[in-house]
């Protein structure tokens, strides 16, 4: 075997520029793999970073249609009693507060948690301590904070004396008891932990979403998520008449934590780690072929050595050992490139910013998939050069001047693999044409409402300042006055959230109120709406009226404005409007009917919302600002204009809303630029490819191209026959690759909007493309046969 290697080395030593090419090739498809394999790791495979994170579960309610809804204060504490399966169990819920101390007021997001939420995580805070019984039970000291390492660095510049001091949340004193560690809680956005007290107040024990929370847990040693599910399911049904009655018929699931997390990105990463996959396949046929073009001059030292006794089986081993020292150098420059590509990567993704506690690195579980690659990799590209090698003919290879008789054999391997990386490069290019076109349908669906000219930010007053309704609904119209005497504004609006915002969103059951029974099947959104909230985003009116001012007096009726899409589905036969509706066991009547906006992002069709006016949902204000000019412009003003009423009140969240319309198809976004990009470096190699065998070609017809022409053929001719003999190939890849893209097309349809996975314009385009590049791939070697000199040729024969 040493020798092997050292005779191998000598002989990639000889041909540098083809050694060098060849570990390049190998390197940028070993490198994608081992950058997006990475990514899976850290998302889908690598554990929590938390002690025995295998044990960590998610709890929440299933509807009756499988969507996942979380839960609230008092279905976690039905939980908390029943389990037994379950070693400890905790709840979170978002909240956001004023923060007043260390600096100018600003608006930050922190949760709510039992206190055992730490506990659960196995996280223990980097100074003082962690939540206690007491802390959160009925009548203790819920004004205690945790704060985020991040904050602590930030806003009190990483102060050790921080442990005991007061800040200022929402106009509260709260005492700092404890500084968690870096990034512990994998959330960007929860800069603190206050106590959520859940048994201390009536309204967060009522199962009907008043106090909405993500429920985690810690499994017992030994137990499982389906025991644990059908406990929690069987203790259900002993108290299921104490829930309301939509809620009677749904389920329970425990899953884990990770899956819970990161579930939703497998699609995303598994199609990446597919198309990466591709391009390796693809390189690997690349360095096959070079190989065979290599072997293809080689042919007497094989015949030399088979008839100085050398075996077939040392033949195929020599080969194998060439291929996989290639291998090995690919293997290493595409690791160092990997582990270079993983920060871009991220970066891009988004990832570094939306989950900035995970780790995306070059573990041992990535070093052991690239090590695998590479092996796997030496072996595929290796395997058919090297048998093909043996089938040499002695006699005519010992020959002086004679020609190979194993060309044309090589020739058709060659063209195998043409064709074969010809497919896989379609199919790619197919993934990425779908992708596109899915982009741009969902980038120019309508959203509802107007993305231009238009600024949003959320305000909150602390109910030491607002204690009531009343002291809400006053601070925000004077918010609301203030702006509006703004120059350059055309309309300001108020709502509990807006359109695609990425954080906020609310939602319940409605019914029409003479069919009580369909609360089981409709959700809807909803929101407040207050002042010139629907000109302001740009929402037309569609039937009779906005609200008023009268709408929000004490003892106004409940009215409420619907769109379109619940409109629809809720009276399909008749006129909506004063029709009642059943909605927070409350009857509304309707007094106007709207657009349908898309809330949530613009390949999220529009699903049913209403709208109720703001004195029925004070708690949650945004503001929508309409301008004449640049919306931007006038950030500075609106703060100022905000905090003339309250020096303390702080904005958050200030963005346009063309920005929120972007951020909603990053993912999108990302997956199409991704693809693309592997789509198009399969592309070079595949036009690599073709050249090389079309290259070969003449190189072995160059005896034949030289009697043609010496008998007459027109160097248009000798064009043709060259560039032919590349297009057959291309075609035979073209027709494999359309069929498998179908199949790839399947597997990418849920990740397509509006898009059919058999789309002709995508194909037609991918066809003329490739024939393009594969038409540029030929002509080279093309001019080249129309420069034989056939005196020379036939001499050289």
Known sequence: MTQDIRYALRQLAK??????????????????????????????????????ADRLVQVAEVTNTGINTGSDGGVFSDWERQTTQLESI?????????????????????????????????????????????????????????????LWQSRFLGDPGIIGRQVQLDSSSYTVIGVLPPLALLNPGISFLTPATIRADAYKLVRNYNYVCVVIGRLEAGATMEQATAELVAARQAINHEYPSFRQNWSIRVRSLQEALFGNTRPFVLTLLAAVGAV?????ANVANLLLVRASGRGGEIAIRVALGASRGAIIRQFLTESMLLAIGGGIVGLLLGAWMVRPIVTFTGLATTIPGLEVSIDPRVLAFTVAATLCTGLLFGLIPALSATRVDVNSSLKEGARGSTSGSRRRLQSILVVAETALTVVLLVCAGLLLRSFLRAFNASAGFNRE???????????????????????????????????????????????????IGFGDFVSREDQPLTRNDLNAGFDSAYADFFPALGVPLL????????????????????????????????????????FKNQTWQIVGVVGSVRQFQLDIDPTPHVYLPERHFPWH???????????????????????????????????????????????????????????????????????????????????????????????RRVVRLVVGDGFRLVLAGLALGAI???????????????????DPLVLLLVTVLLAGVALLACLVPARRATNVNPVEALRAE
Do not use: W
């Open 740 to 758: 498998a893209s179908y199949g790839a097309a399947r597997l990418l349809g849920t990740q397509l909007y509006s898009t059919s996975t058999l």
């Open 90 to 150: 905790a709840a979170l819920h978002t909240v956001d507060r004023n923060l007043t101390s260390g600096g100018e007021p600003v608006r930050i997001s922190g949760a709510d948690v039992s206190f055992r939420y730490l506990h659960v995580l196995r996280v223990k805070p980097l100074l003082g301590r962690d939540f206690t019984a007491a802390d959160d039970a009925p009548g203790g000291n819920r004004h205690v904070v945790i704060l985020s390492h991040e």
């Open 280 to 284: 390796l396949l693809v390189a690997c």
């Open 621 to 715: 204000t945004m503001i929508i600002v309409r301008t004449h000019v640049p919306p931007l412009t006038l950030a500075g003003d609106l703060r100022r204009a905000v905090q003339s009423v309250d020096p303390e009140q702080p904005i958050a969240n200030l963005s346009t809303l063309e920005v929120a319309v972007e951020n909603s198809l990053q993912a999108r976004r990302v997956m199409l630029t991704l693809v693309s990009l592997f789509a198009g470096l399969a592309l070079l190699l595949a036009a690599i490819g073709i050249y090389g065998v079309i290259s070969y070609t003449v190189a072995q017809r160059t005896r034949e191209i030289g009697i043609r022409i010496a008998l007459g053929a027109g160097l």
């Open 453 to 503: 000219q238009a600024l949003v930010f959320s305000i909150t007053q602390p109910g030491t300042k607002a204690p009531t309704v009343d002291h809400r609904l006053r601070f925000v119209r004077d918010v609301v006055e203030r702006i509006r005497a703004l120059p350059g504004v055309a309309y300001v609006g108020v709502g509990s959230s807006t359109p695609m915002n990425g954080r």
């Open 15 to 52: 041909t540098p520029g083809f050694t060098f090419l060849a570990v390049l090739t190998l390197a940028l498809g070993i490198g994608a793999n081992t950058a997006i394999f990475s990514v899976v790791n850290a998302l889908l495979i690598r554990p929590l970073p938390y002690p025995e």
């Open 543 to 582: 039937r009779g009226r906005f609200f008023t001012e009268a709408d929000n007096g004490e003892k106004a009726p409940l009215v409420m404005i619907i769109n379109e899409v619940l409109a629809r589905r809720l009276f399909p036969d008749r006129d909506p409007l004063s029709q009642l509706l059943n």
